[in-house]
Structures are given as C-alpha cells and as structure tokens.
C-alpha cells in the first residue's frame, strides 16, 4: 500500500504540476471537451495527489510501529494530508464552489475562460 500510494501521488503531483504551467501543452485542454477542464485540472488533480501522500505517509506509520516517535510524525503529518485532500477532491468531483486563489493567474486572464457564476442573493 505504501509504495502504491507513494507511487501514484508522485504521477499525480507530476501531471498536476504540468497542468498548472503556462505551456503550450498545458493550455491545449482550454478548447476540448474531454476529463480535463478547469476544476479538475487546479482542483481536484493536486487535491487528490496530497490524499495519496496522507495515505502513504499513514500506511509508513503503521509500518513503522516499532519506533514510537517516527510512527507519531508520520501520523501526525498523513492524517491533516488525508482530510485536506480529501475535501478538495471532494469539492472537485462534485462541483462545489472553490476559491478562486487555486486557479493560477494564466488561467484567470485566458480568453477561453468562462467566469464562475456568482451566487444569487435572495431577496427577502
């Protein structure tokens, strides 16, 4: 489990890392419809890759049970990893709103972009 989750989180941080650059290559998905779009590219990829490394750095501290303080830090460090990414991923699978500070700045001045829509007040 442990190397599997190491494993995929650092493919994930890779291609999430990928995404975020202002690359021809990165900016090719702006046009198509396809599995990558906005909120899955600066949402839900990076969330999903601190998931993997909360549960890889949770499966090292149960592997690592023989020494206390090692096993402690692990856990200490795996489990916020986990819950953080969790809710990210979360928000970007099943489209909540997410702050618009996660979106890096190429993407919020691209001409392709259509705007989030603004939440409607109620009139009482």
Same mark, same amino acid.
């Given at each position: 489990?442990?190397?599997? !989750? +190491?494993? $995929?989180?650092?493919?994930?941080?890779?291609? #999430?890392?990928? *995404?975020?650059?202002?690359? &021809?290559?990165?900016?090719?998905?702006?046009?198509?419809?396809?599995?990558?779009?906005?909120?899955?590219?600066?949402?839900?990829?990076?969330?999903? !890759? +601190?998931? $993997?490394?909360?549960?890889?750095?949770?499966? #090292?501290?149960? *592997?690592?049970?023989?020494? &206390?303080?090692?096993?402690?830090?692990?856990?200490?460090?795996?489990?916020?990893?986990?819950?953080?990414?969790?809710?990210?991923?979360?928000?970007?699978?099943?489209?909540?709103?997410?702050?618009?500070?996660?979106?890096?700045?190429?993407?919020?001045?691209?001409?392709?972009?259509?705007?989030?829509?603004?939440?409607?007040?109620?009139?009482?």
């Amino acid at each position: 489990m442990f190397f599997l !989750a +190491l494993a $995929l989180a650092v493919v994930t941080t890779v291609g #999430a890392l990928y *995404l975020r650059r202002d690359t &021809p290559g990165a900016r090719t998905w702006e046009r198509q419809n396809g599995i990558i779009d906005e909120r899955f590219a600066f949402v839900f990829l990076p969330s999903f !890759a +601190l998931t $993997l490394f909360g549960l890889a750095f949770l499966s #090292a501290s149960s *592997l690592s049970h023989e020494n &206390p303080v090692v096993s402690g830090a692990l856990l200490v460090f795996g489990f916020p990893a986990t819950l953080i990414g969790s809710i990210g991923s979360i928000m970007g699978l099943f489209g909540t709103r997410y702050p618009e500070w996660m979106i890096p700045t190429w993407r919020r001045k691209s001409p392709h972009r259509i705007p989030p829509r603004q939440r409607r007040r109620r009139n009482k």
